[in-house]
């Protein structure tokens, strides 16, 4: 009989059976094995190379599973991420799309029994908000990346900024309204009130009237004789010593100087009727 070769149905058979998902219970983690049955995966866990695996994680079975439940968490988020962004997310759906791959890591390499608790965990981290319903459970990402962190804080920024500028304006508006409030208000009368039960005093001041001259007004001056006794006269009172001067000459008004213009007058033109006649 012939030998099986690449293209005779038992090869391409197994080619077939080889491809897309095989049972979970069938898979070695450690040795990253997929066995299409039990026969053969009883093979395979008593074969050297998976003891000498095995050797190897009895040595330190929690480092292992923290480094397997960090890549599951890590693969997770990632397709989460990418596909989904912030988006409200059926949280199996994710689940599928990461087992989708052949090579993927299996939940039951963690230290969490069932999606259930790997979704919990993420909601106590803060990596995702979590929410649940009759379907299950929802999941959206919270994205903490600094690109993200400063493109919030610039909204914030600016969110802080327009509340400041509508509380300044709502401010000013309102100092308008109370200013344009008083301003409308009626003048009200106020009564006298007197502090004390006290006689009242009344004090009246009487001014000095002011005469008041008329423009361009100049007073004439004396004329030669009325200079000439003037001085003859300040003499006479200069050389008597006998009689001192009780008081200073009082200077003559405005009247008193008309009279004596009027009277030289008078006298000048009877000189000059009597020089005529």
Known sequence: MAKDGFLTPKAIG?????KGLQKLRFFCQMCEKQCRDDNGFKCHISS????????????????????FSREFQSVYLSILSSRHGTKRTFANKVYQEVIA???????????????TEFILHLGRE????????????????????????????????KDRQDSNDEDRQKRLLMEQIEKAKDEDKPAVDVDLKRNDQGPIKLQMIMKKPMISKPMGFKPKSLNALAKASATSSS???????????????????????????????????????????
Do not use: Y
């Open 126 to 157: 803060g990596h995702c908000h979590i929410d649940q319903d009759d379907r299950g459970w929802w999941v959206s990402w919270i994205d903490n990346s600094p690109k993200e962190l400063a493109r919030k804080a610039a909204i914030e920024k």
């Open 235 to 277: 003499k006479i009172n200069e050389g008597s010593d006998s009689k001192p001067a009780e008081t200073a000459k009082r200077p003559l008004s405005q009247a008193e100087l008309l009279i004596e213009e009027d009277k030289q007058r008078k006298l000048n033109l009877q000189k000059k009727s009597r020089l005529l006649h």
């Open 14 to 18: 197994n080619r077939i059976k080889a």
């Open 101 to 115: 791959d052949r090579t993927h890591l299996h939940m039951n390499a963690t230290r969490w029994n069932s999606l």
């Open 48 to 67: 050297e190379s998976h003891q000498r695996q095995m050797a190897i994680f009895a040595d330190n079975p929690g480092k292992f599973i923290h480094n």
